[in-house]
C-alpha cells in the first residue's frame, strides 16, 4: 500500500506542477499522513486551513 500512495502522490505532485502549482513538503507529508490514516479527516482539515491561512490563502 506505502509504494501505491507514494506512486500516486507523485502523480498528482506532478500534474500539479505543470499547472503552475507549487507543492512544498509540508503539503506532501500532510497528504501522506491522511491517506496512511496517521490523522484524522478532522487533524487534516485543521492542518490544510492553517498552512492555507499562513499562505495568505482564502479559507473560506
Given at each position: 500500500?506505502?509504494?501505491?500512495?507514494?506512486?500516486?502522490?507523485?502523480s498528482?505532485?506532478?500534474?500539479?506542477?505543470?499547472?503552475?502549482?507549487?507543492?512544498?513538503?509540508?503539503?506532501?507529508?500532510?497528504?501522506?499522513?491522511?491517506?496512511?490514516?496517521?490523522?484524522?479527516?478532522?487533524?487534516?482539515?485543521?492542518?490544510?486551513?492553517?498552512?492555507?491561512?499562513q499562505?495568505?490563502?482564502?479559507?473560506?
Amino acid at each position: 500500500m506505502a509504494k501505491s500512495i507514494e506512486k500516486a502522490m507523485r502523480s498528482a505532485k506532478a500534474s500539479l506542477e505543470l499547472s503552475g502549482l507549487k507543492v512544498e513538503d509540508k503539503h506532501t507529508e500532510l497528504v501522506r499522513k491522511a491517506l496512511a490514516k496517521e490523522i484524522t479527516n478532522e487533524e487534516f482539515l485543521k492542518e490544510a486551513k492553517r498552512l492555507a491561512e499562513q499562505k495568505g490563502g482564502d479559507s473560506k
